[in-house]
């Protein structure tokens, strides 16, 4: 009796082991850390073959995504990354400026170096975004990136820049953050928020990503990136030690949009817009220049504004320090440190 005693219990606790091991397993295998790291995808190239869409691939061997972004979209045509996955949404601006807009068509609009640009304009907000860049020899256009954005709602106006980086560390935070002329403190760790009026600023990392939340007008992602060495030899950006042209990725979720709405990103969310840019080319670019210029970060007067919340004489001086143009020239320079100091130049 005892022996038989024994080994029910111990089929019995069989039975039991059996049904919780799956689930144990499962808990194991699916898990998942959101700070694990993951090794940038790879893809092997070959010279003269036919790779994406048939073109014939011009670079030989391994391709990588960059650190910034691991799980990208790899293209033996472009001999590298194609997009970021959080770059390719409806509303999103990346890269060597490229947009998605409201209609869902892709689209470049490269500007020039030092310029600001009108990118939405409605009755009740409007967002300027100021490019860096450079002109290597030989090419008829400024390379550029967003290097911040001025956002203007009621009476208010919020600025968020990337300082000006030699060499990049993901751990050391790079943002410029300005509301009413005041800086602005966020501390660094995921999560940590900064509140004022209607406006909410939340960190999503421990440094350089945060998101935008201004009540019944915008919802937005902001990452601060560098152009890596990679992205630099593919595309023959030049990029030295001096400058890792720090930029920001971003992605716009609009609430209450008109219309009206205009601006370079803007006007696509507008219900009779027609895209006029050329489609099924690898470079689809938005020309027009001239009618989205301002004449500074946080001023609303590009030629298509449709900002009505704010009269120009209400906008107050920001301390951003601009050149006798009227243009913001601000150079922000990171001390080096893992602290918040920062010195920016006339």
């Not at 092997?44 to 061997?61: L, M, V, W």
């Not at 100021?130 to 911040?148: C, E, L, M, N």
Request: proline share 5%; hydrophobic share 35%; with cysteine.
């Amino acid at each position: 009796m005892g022996i038989g005693f024994n080994n029910g219990c111990w089929a019995t606790a069989n039975v039991k082991l059996l049904l919780v091991l799956p689930v144990l397993l499962c808990c194991f295998i699916g898990a998942n850390p959101a700070n694990a790291w993951t090794a940038p995808k790879e893809k092997n190239c070959r010279a003269e073959t036919p790779a994406d869409e048939g073109f014939f691939s011009h670079c030989r061997g391994i391709i990588r995504c960059p650190d910034t972004c691991p799980d990208c979209s790899l293209s033996c045509k472009y001999c590298g990354m194609a997009f970021c996955p959080k770059c390719n949404k409806v509303g999103s601006v990346c890269q060597d400026p490229r947009f998605i807009g409201g209609d869902g068509v892709m689209f470049y609009f490269h500007g020039y170096k030092d310029g600001d640009f009108c990118i939405v304009s409605d009755s009740s907000l409007h967002i300027n975004a100021h490019f860096i860049g450079k002109r290597t020899s030989g090419r008829p256009r400024d390379f550029t990136w967003v290097q911040a954005l001025g956002i203007l709602f009621d009476r208010h106006k919020l600025y968020i820049g990337a300082k000006r980086v030699a060499k990049w560390k993901s751990d050391i935070d790079q943002f410029v953050i300005y509301f009413d002329g005041s800086t602005i403190s966020l501390p660094l760790g995921v999560g940590e928020k900064w509140v004022a009026t209607d406006v909410t600023l939340t960190r999503t990392e421990y440094a350089n990503a945060l998101t935008v939340a201004i009540s019944g007008l915008l919802k937005s992602s902001i990452n601060i990136v560098p152009v890596t060495k990679e992205e630099s030899r593919v595309h023959n950006y030049e990029v030295t030690d001096s400058d890792c042209f720090a930029h920001l990725d971003v992605n716009f979720e609009f609430l209450n949009l008109t219309e009206s709405v205009s601006g370079v990103l803007g006007q696509t969310y507008a219900p009779n817009y027609v895209n006029p840019v050329k489609t099924g080319v690898p470079m689809p670019i938005m020309g027009g220049n001239r009618q989205y210029v301002v004449s500074s970060i946080l001023t609303p007067d590009c030629g298509v504004t449709e900002f009505r919340a704010m009269h120009h004489s209400h906008i107050r001086d920001t301390g951003i320090a601009r050149n006798p143009m009227g243009k913001p020239r601000v150079v922000c320079s990171s001390n080096g440190s893992a602290g918040s100091g920062f010195v920016c130049k006339r």
